[in-house]
């Protein structure tokens, strides 16, 4: 007979016949031993769950929905829109915090640093300064990977590709917890400050979105506080539009671009899209930029200047020497080529790095150990450059911060150490506005190499840190060699301002390593000030985009990949029609009857070979045969908490004082459902019955067998489905379609593959 | 009718042949002559002629302008604008000040200010002003002077005093020398004038922070021209002619140092891909059907 386990060869898609398929039975049952292999992207992981948009319109939500009248709803509304206006007010603080504390910090290390250089360029022994600087870094560091490795693993990185998982509908565990933010706040402060190659406009994303979800739902379980405020709002419907308001809010603190927040939310999570939605999640952005720039301008002691608008600000780029003319559109389109190209490039690198990571560095303190490696090296590779650099330039009419004069003449300074000695942030600013003749060429080519090595080197390091500054830098750096080499070539015509070109080159090399299009524009758009600078910034983007993708895929998406997500892209693989539903759909099903033994649910649930978190319901026939007619759709945590509070039908009987369960107890459990292990169930009890039909989902969306792969991906994708029931022409339940039962179909390089289910 | 009184005061100087023109315009004569002869003529056009109060004004004005131009341009190269030239550029502003202020004797509207500053397309003098101020900005010349910028301010005379003894320094030990001499030599220089240089040096840096304490608004981190410039001069002179400000470089052990640092992660890596055991993932098999056939043998088999 044929067991559950032995239907099939794992990678391996349909169209076997009856012979092979016999002949692969024989081959496959003796291995009954877990099947290892090395980590590799063509995995699924199965600790991903998925989130539940789905509205369960059991009796309790009608009667619920009956009770609140029509002025209850419009004071939800009006809820949602104080919410939106939190969310932003407490992400701007968020970044005047990150932005306050580390310019304090970065300043006093440098300070610290450029004393002690100064004082050993006189007296001899600038290994000394070398060893300081290095160990400062390599300190900060220590600390701010440690707390990511040891306390809250989830906080590495940007968190852009989190929370595009997360919009996307995969639930990643403890992402949106208080105490992720807490951990990102701190780590990315550590990681600019111990002068890694990294930014902290990425992770703002992040720390918008967490926020978003703490306060939508008035309470924070990290805390233990329970505010009993925003009760409605305790579902993942609702919580993800805060949710992505508040990427949005963290995109527009991070570059002063409302506009490209929206439209960034929208690009990655636009499946569940209205009007309204758009107009609130704006409304956030909006007050975030605005809470940022009063504060900041407030904190630089010209209040109602309103001068900062972003965390990081490109400066103004309207005098004349700035514009751009027809001429130059098709240098621009290159600029998109090379940009593409050194995308591709460090994605690929960066491909390498990230597996090598998984699979021998998992271990947190070798993974701390690895950060400091890198802070130090960074260090190093600066003071090297520095140290080896002749290029001197006049320290009067400049604006550099902390100018290094090392073997300069008096009154000069280190022109690598601008870039170098200096934030990444301070750094692009200091290439697109630095007047031209400020770096000499041979500067700017050893710095983009090196940045580029130590940036690919730096993404991926369990630190949370961003990648939007470092591509920038990088693009800034050659596209400013770019420019004067341009202008070298020309013999000095005036259009060729070094500092224009520096803004192409960051947007292209940005395009080639994450791929965005749409919200990037927008973002650089905004983010410069300039409008007349979106045709050729789009040229760019674009560009960028399509050589870059004709390489390697985004770096964003990559990581996902990488990280084995189930993740759901627009649209199904263009050729797979042929597959139905029925090739795509797990069976047997674990089915519940309509009124069911307490003893067989708890065993269900307990069972850790299948952790199913949905649960057909079907007509609970005496003269049952397995498969009856499906009458809805119940989830792991209705039952739980239905266990908890011990409906049962006897107990009904028993005890008419018996409360009746509202909605308000599922709420009150979400987002954290108790373990089945922690429910109490007796021997008598497993004895009883439980009725199903008044908390079941009674209407689930079902497909029938010979639906396409792409029809049941449409569905599933638009509506932000979690279980998708395939039943035959008598309703009976044949299959269930699920998250990862879709997205392990993926369009490779030879056309269709299928992914692997693995635990990890 | 109203218009009777003002047009006869427009054409009375005129008519007197009092327009005093300045000497040097006295070679445009022709056309000028031919244009007041046309006045003359009682052509129909509200032209007045100024008011000698205000002509007074302007001429001072025009005085004041140039005395600060040729101030300002002989002082271009050493840069020595705010010392040499405060005197004039606040006599300026005063006589732009009367110019903005003072009112004609006639009741009239027709007053200095208007009649100067406003009526026409151009209008120089506000230009001339303007481009003295902005001058004057950039310069920061403020900041060099006293609060109500009389005379150079303490800190800028002891600057400037030790600026030229520094100077003096520099010359008197050269004497001996040759200037054809090889860089190598000036040795004697830069032994007997450190003393002088750090000190100038300190001074600068001490005003410098002063400035940027001083200064809270942030924008005015400079300080003014003559400062800076005496200080550029004076380090060029130390450390680029002299040669004077050798650091000490100690290649050896910067390389042995960051070669060390750079070797640490090769040593990581590779101890990590040898010791650290392989991260293996278990594959979970699916419950699936995998072709039409099995699906057939399920359906059998449930009904």
Redesign the interface.
């Known amino acids: 007979q044929?067991t559950?386990?032995?239907?099939?060869r794992?990678g391996q898609l349909?169209?076997?016949?009856?012979n092979e398929?016999v002949h692969?039975l024989e081959t496959e049952l003796p291995r009954q031993h877990?099947?290892?292999?090395?980590?590799n992207e063509k995995?699924l992981s199965?600790k991903y769950e998925s989130l539940d948009y789905d509205n369960s319109e059991n009796q309790l939500f009608l009667e619920e929905e009956r009770r609140i009248n029509h002025a209850a709803f419009r004071t939800v509304e009006i809820k949602r829109w104080v919410i939106c206006a939190m969310i932003g007010i407490f992400t701007g603080l968020v970044a005047c915090f990150i932005d306050i504390v580390v310019e304090n910090l970065a300043g006093l290390k440098y300070r610290v640093v450029k004393g002690n250089i100064d004082k050993f360029?006189?007296?001899?022994?600038?290994?000394f300064s070398?060893?300081l600087w290095?160990t400062l870094n390599a300190s900060v560091v220590m600390v701010g990977s440690m707390i990511v490795a040891f306390i809250e693993p989830v906080a590495a990185g940007s968190g852009i590709p989190q929370i595009k998982c997360y919009l996307n509908g995969v639930k990643i565990p403890h992402v949106v917890r208080l105490k992720t933010l807490v951990i990102k706040v701190c780590g990315v402060i550590l990681s600019v400050v111990g002068g890694l190659a990294v930014g902290k406009e990425g992770p703002m994303i992040h720390s918008g979105a967490v926020i978003a979800a703490g306060i939508s739902q008035g309470r924070s379980t990290s805390l233990k506080r329970d505010f009993k405020i925003f009760e409605y709002f305790r579902r993942d419907t609702e919580k993800r539009d805060f949710v992505s308001a508040g990427a949005a809010a963290g995109v527009s603190a991070a570059f002063g671009a409302p506009v490209g927040g929206v439209l960034f939310s929208l690009e990655e999570g636009a499946s569940f899209w209205n009007q309204f939605l758009t107009w609130r999640i704006f409304f956030a952005s909006m007050i975030s930029t605005f809470t940022l720039n009063s504060v900041l301008s407030v904190y630089?002691?010209?209040a109602w200047d309103l001068s900062s608008p972003g965390l990081i600000n490109f400066g103004r780029f309207d005098n004349e020497k700035m514009g751009y003319t027809i001429q130059e559109i098709p240098i621009f389109i290159f600029m998109g080529v090379v940009g593409g190209i050194l995308g591709a490039l460090f994605n690929a690198l960066n491909y390498w790095l990230t597996m090598?990571r998984?699979?021998?560095?998992?271990?947190p303190c070798?993974q701390v150990?690895?950060a400091m490696?890198?802070a130090?090296?960074t260090a190093?590779?600066g003071?090297?450059m520095i140290?080896c650099s002749r290029d001197c330039q006049?320290i009067?009419g400049s604006t550099v911060a902390y100018p290094l004069q090392?073997?300069c003449?008096?009154?000069e300074y280190n022109s690598m150490a601008t870039a170098f000695f200096n934030t990444p942030e301070k750094s692009v600013v200091n290439l697109f506005h630095d007047p031209p003749g400020s770096y000499n060429p041979m500067t700017l080519g050893m710095f983009t190499l090196m940045y580029f090595f130590l940036a690919c080197w730096t993404y991926g390091l369990t630190v949370s840190a961003g990648v939007f500054i470092p591509s920038l830098l990088i693009g800034a750096a050659w596209g400013r060699l770019f420019g004067i080499s341009l202008s070298y070539l020309t013999k000095g015509s005036i259009w060729a301002d070094p500092g224009k070109y520096a803004l192409m080159g960051a947007a292209a090399q940005l395009g080639g390593i994450v791929r965005m299009t749409l919200s990037l524009t927008v973002i650089m758009m905004e983010a410069t000030g300039n409008v007349t600078y979106g045709f050729p910034i789009m040229l760019v983007l674009m560009t960028a985009k399509i050589v870059g993708d004709y390489f390697v895929e985004g770096l964003y998406d990559m990581h996902i990949q990488l990280q084995s997500v189930p993740f759901l892209h627009w649209e199904a693989p263009v050729t797979s029609h042929s597959l139905t539903a029925?090739?795509v759909?797990?069976?047997?099903v674990t089915c519940l009857r309509r009124i069911e033994r307490v003893g067989t649910v708890v065993d269900i649930l307990s069972d850790t070979s299948s952790n199913h978190n949905g649960f057909p319901v079907v007509e609970s026939n005496p003269d049952a045969?397995?498969?009856a007619g499906l009458r809805g759709l119940i989830l792991r945590s209705q039952l739980i908490v239905l266990l908890k509070h011990k409906v049962f039908v006897e107990r009904a009987n028993l005890s008419l004082v018996q409360r009746r369960l509202k909605l308000k107890d599922f709420r009150d459990a979400y987002p954290r459902f108790p373990p089945i292990q922690s429910i109490h169930v007796s021997q008598d009890e497993r004895e009883c019955m439980i009725d199903l039909s008044e908390f079941m989902n009674p209407s689930p969306y079902t497909v029938p067998q010979e639906a396409s792969l792409p029809r049941v991906f449409k569905l599933f994708r638009a509506l932000g489905l979690r279980h998708l029931v395939v039943v035959d022409n008598r309703n009976e339940v044949v299959?269930m379609v699920t998250r990862?039962?879709l997205a392990r179909y993926r369009l490779g390089k030879e056309g269709l593959e299928e992914l692997?289910?693995?635990?990890? | 009718l109203s218009l009777l009184p003002a047009l006869a005061l427009a054409l009375r100087p005129a008519a007197a042949g009092e327009p005093r023109r300045p000497l040097a315009l006295e070679a445009l004569g022709e056309a000028g002559e031919l244009a007041e002869e046309l006045w003359g003529a009682g052509l129909p056009g509200d032209l007045p002629e100024l008011e000698p109060e205000c002509r007074q004004l302007l001429a001072a004005f025009a005085e004041g302008s140039a005395a600060l131009t040729g101030c300002l341009g002989r002082r271009a190269r050493p840069v020595r604008l705010c010392q040499a030239c405060h005197r004039h550029y606040r006599l300026l502003l005063a006589q732009y000040g009367n110019i903005a202020r003072a009112v004609g004797n006639s009741s009239e509207s027709h007053n200095c200010a208007k009649s100067i500053l406003t009526s026409d397309r151009l209008q120089i003098v506000v230009a001339l002003s303007e481009f003295f101020n902005e001058t004057w900005e950039a310069a920061n010349c403020a900041n060099c002077l006293k609060n109500n910028s009389e005379g150079l301010s303490n800190s800028t005379v002891e600057f400037l005093d030790l600026f030229n003894k520094s100077l003096t320094c520099f010359e008197h030990n050269l004497q001996g020398e040759t200037v054809y001499l090889s860089p190598n030599n000036y040795t004697e220089v830069c032994k007997n004038c450190n003393e002088t240089y750090r000190m100038l040096?300190d001074l600068y840096n001490n005003l410098q922070r002063m400035n940027r304490q001083g200064g809270?608004?942030?924008h005015s981190a400079h300080l003014c021209i003559d400062v800076?410039d005496a200080?550029?001069i004076t380090?060029?002179l130390?450390?680029?002619t002299f040669n004077c400000?050798v650091?000490?470089?100690?290649t050896v052990?910067?390389i042995?140092?960051?070669s060390f640092?750079?070797f640490?992660?090769i040593v990581?890596?590779l101890s990590?891909?040898l010791h650290?055991k392989?991260?293996?993932?278990?594959?979970?098999?699916?419950?699936?059907?995998?072709?039409?056939?099995?699906?057939v043998?399920?359906q059998e088999?449930?009904s």
């Open positions: 044929l559950p386990s032995s239907f099939l794992i349909s169209n076997v016949d009856l398929d692969e877990p099947n290892e292999i090395p980590h995995l199965l360029t006189e007296k001899g022994g600038l290994s070398l060893l290095a630089h002691g010209n090598f998984i699979r021998y560095i998992h271990r070798l150990v690895e490696l890198v130090a090296v190093t590779v003071f090297v140290y006049p009067q090392l073997f003449a008096d009154g029925r090739e759909m797990s069976t047997p045969t397995q498969v299959g990862k039962d692997s289910l693995a635990q990890t | 040096n809270e608004s942030g800076e200080m550029n380090r060029k130390w450390s680029r400000s650091p000490c470089s100690d052990p910067v042995a140092v960051s640092i750079l640490l992660p990581f890596y990590s891909f650290s392989q991260k293996k993932r278990i594959l979970i098999l699916p419950k699936r059907i995998q072709s039409n056939a099995s699906l043998n399920i088999k449930y």
